[in-house]
């Protein structure tokens, strides 16, 4: 199993926050119980406030654009014309209709059959030449 090393700053986040555990815990004990008591409520509050305004700074960040198709167009900005595909096989007569953004293939199938190949074909398996005839080598 392969183990990933913390990065730098989250190791130094960490230590940091250890540290500033460390010495909390040893000013609550010099400065008694009671104003202890009253401190760590202030540095609750503080910190819930904290919590709640990087929540909506987050929520309220815009997002990354999609990234552009290969025509160099944004997905968004794709045309939503749908994709039709008509198919006559075996006396029956099937349409389908993909609406909507389609990024990359779109595979419809029912009972398939035979080998499938979805993207570039393989390459072809070298056929070994075939046996030289067996007998007297022909006279020239």
């Known amino acids: ?15 940091s926050t250890a540290f500033a555990l460390i010495c909390l815990t040893v000013y609550f004990i010099v400065i008694g119980l009671d104003n202890a ?7 609750s509050a503080l910190t819930g406030l904290t919590a709640l305004a990087l929540t909506w700074h ?6 990354e654009p ?24 075996e006396g ?11 990024h990359g293939p779109a595979f419809q199938g029912h009972d398939f059959t035979g080998p499938i ?9 070298p056929q070994p030449p075939p046996p030289a005839p ?3 080598a022909p006279a020239r």
Do not use: F, Q, W
């Open 58 to 63: 987050t929520m309220r960040r815009p997002t």
């Open 117 to 125: 190949t979805i993207g570039r074909a393989p390459d072809p398996i």
């Open 37 to 43: 008591d009253k401190l760590a409520s202030v540095l």
């Open 134 to 136: 067996e007998g007297p």
């Open 66 to 89: 999609p990234p552009p198709t290969p025509s160099g167009k944004t997905p968004d900005k794709a045309p939503a014309a749908p994709v039709r595909t008509t198919s006559k096989r």
């Open 92 to 102: 029956g007569t099937v349409h389908n209709v993909i609406s909507g953004s389609v």
């Open 1 to 15: 199993m392969k183990r990933h090393r913390a990065s730098a700053a989250t190791r130094i986040a960490a230590l």
